[in-house]
Structure formats: C-alpha cells, structure tokens
C-alpha cells in the first residue's frame, strides 16, 4: 500500500533499505552500485530505489533531514512495506578530539536534545542505541575490508545552527559527532521491533572551522556506501 510519503506496494522494498539524507545520495548510490534497479518512490522527490548488490535485494531511500523527517521515512517502511533493517548512511560533524575529515563512524548510540522520545510516554529517559547485529556486522565487515572506523556515540541535534553554542559540552561526554537523524531512526526501530544502524562520514569539524565540500558530501563517500552495501550481503 502507499502511504502519504511512499508510493507502491508491500515488497516494492527490499528488507535491509540503505537510507541516505540526501535523495540526489540515494540516485548516486542506486546508479553506481545496484544492478536491476528501479525507481520505487519519487513523492516529493525523496527518491527512492530498489536493486541487488552481488545478488542480493537492497533499496534506497532518501530520508530528508531532521529527526521529523527520518521518523516518517523510517516508520512508513518498517509497519507499512515490512523494512527488517534500515543503515543510515549520511555525514556528520566531528566532535571529539580525535576525530578527523572523512572519518567513517558507527553509531553505537544517539544522545539527542530532541523531544522525540516524549511520544512513547516512559517513566524515565530511553537510551537509543544501534541494532548490536547490524552494528557487529559492519564492523567485522570494516576489517575485513581495511576500513578504518571509529565507534562510539553520535549526538542528534534538533539544531543545526545552536545558539547555545553547546558543542564543546558534549565534547566532554566524548561524543564522537553531530548528525540530527540517528536517535529518531534508533527510536522506531526499538519501537517497532525492528533493527537500525547509523554509519556516518565525517563532513565537517565544527569545532575546527574544518569542512568538505557539497559536492564530495553528495557523491565522494564512496567508502562508507561500499561498508553499507557490503555489511548488507554478509547480514
């Protein structure tokens, strides 16, 4: 069935669905790397593709920016297409000290300043955290690519630009970057019993007035698409 925001029928998507911000990101990556692909959804132009890589059925949706946007992507694809597994794949700032340009980090859990977790109604505060399977497996599957990652927590900020000017606080929690989609995503997969992970490449060091540039953050992470697509094929 299509939804408000996704078009086509259940099994138009395949289990694992590889979601990138950016839906120019999700053509890229549709293009380059799946064979057999079609394109699935174009509402809104939030493209979305489904192909196989080596084989085996993957899809690709852009998610849009933001904890509001991702949580409907993600939500629609879990309970409505039956998505198993949803890897984030998308640029963050570097936030601890050792953290450099073009790092490719794995979210072992989401701090957040968003309220998104008051919807569920809990008695404290919920620690979103990465699906252990998927987050072992791209691990593995870096070494054995000779990959080099980091690993640790991210930081989901409701702002991109912060007048509190909080970064350097949670630079002490060692924190190892800022992205605004991971918790949201890590929230409905618990929610819906289902599994995420977020794999980010590091786009900009904030707190060194460092960046890339927009065309590489578009289409020059080729390492981190290649870790997602190969984490895939060994799940």
């Known amino acids: 069935m299509s939804t408000p925001h996704l078009q086509g029928e259940r099994g ?20 380059t ?11 809104r132009g939030m493209l979305g593709y489904t ?14 920016m933001g904890m509001p946007s991702i949580g409907i992507y993600s939500y ?23 953290v ?19 919807q569920y109604r809990l008695p404290g505060q919920f620690a979103p955290t990465a699906s252990f399977r998927l987050l ?17 927590n991210l930081l989901s900020s409701d702002t991109f630009y912060d007048d509190a000017d909080s970064l350097a606080e949670w630079q002490k929690m060692h924190v190892l970057g800022i992205e605004m ?32 540039t927009a065309a590489e953050r578009q289409t020059g992470f080729t390492k981190m698409m290649e870790l997602a697509l190969e984490t895939v094929i060994r799940l």
């Open 12 to 31: 138009d998507y395949a289990p694992v669905v590889l979601m990138p911000g950016d839906p120019l990101r999700a053509k890229y990556i549709a293009e």
């Open 33 to 43: 790397y799946l064979e057999d692909v079609r394109c699935v959804n174009e509402i």
């Open 51 to 64: 192909g196989t890589y080596q084989g085996k059925p993957v899809s690709v949706q852009g998610s849009g």
């Open 76 to 98: 629609e694809l879990f309970h409505f297409f039956d998505v198993q597994s949803i890897i984030r794949i998308g640029t963050a700032g570097g936030v601890a000290d050792e």
């Open 100 to 118: 450099q340009l073009r790092d490719i980090l794995l979210g072992v859990g989401a701090c957040t300043n968003s309220a998104y977790a008051d």
């Open 136 to 152: 072992r497996t791209a691990a593995d599957t870096a070494d054995q690519l000779g990959i080099a990652v980091r690993t640790g």
């Open 181 to 212: 989609e991971a918790a949201a995503l890590y929230m409905n997969a618990a929610r819906a019993g289902r599994e995420a992970l977020c794999i980010c490449t590091v786009s900009d060091c904030p707190l060194r007035s460092e960046s890339t």
